[in-house]
């Protein structure tokens, strides 16, 4: 019974899919500055990779909150052989902006792009 119990548990804590149509369109709504500044959240499994977010802020909360989706990985070589995009983000750090890399979906890059 308690191996059931087990398999009931994990399965449970593995995260949804998520599409790339989904990723996009979590990336391009609008959010609560003052609810989300801080937090780190899973959104879900994507090409077999985990997608969060994260929502920095700094001096200026909650106005500077931003949020950041990216694979749960480092950004690099390793990134992109798993279809990944390093990409960089401006990060508030203190009064001023930090450029971060992620491993971000290859489905944000291409709207940037094409935003210009």
């Known amino acids: 019974m308690s191996a059931l119990i087990f398999a009931a548990l994990a399965a449970a804590a593995l995260p949804r899919p998520i599409s790339d149509a989904r990723i996009a369109a979590i990336d391009a709504s609008p959010f609560d500055r003052r609810a989300m500044m801080f937090h780190h959240e899973l959104l879900g499994l994507n090409r077999g990779m ?19 989706i990216h694979y749960d ?3 690099g070589r390793g990134c992109e052989a798993a ?3 390093t990409a960089s983000r401006m990060v508030p750090v203190s009064i001023s902006v930090q450029r971060v890399d992620y491993c971000v979906p290859a489905v944000l890059e291409r709207r940037r792009a094409r935003r210009g």
Do not use: K, L, N
């Not at 997608?51 to 106005?63: G, L, N, Q």
């Open 50 to 68: 985990r997608v969060v977010a994260d929502y920095p802020c700094s001096d200026v909360c909650p106005e500077a909150t931003v949020r950041i």
């Open 83 to 85: 279809g990944g995009v």
């Open 73 to 75: 990985r480092p950004p």
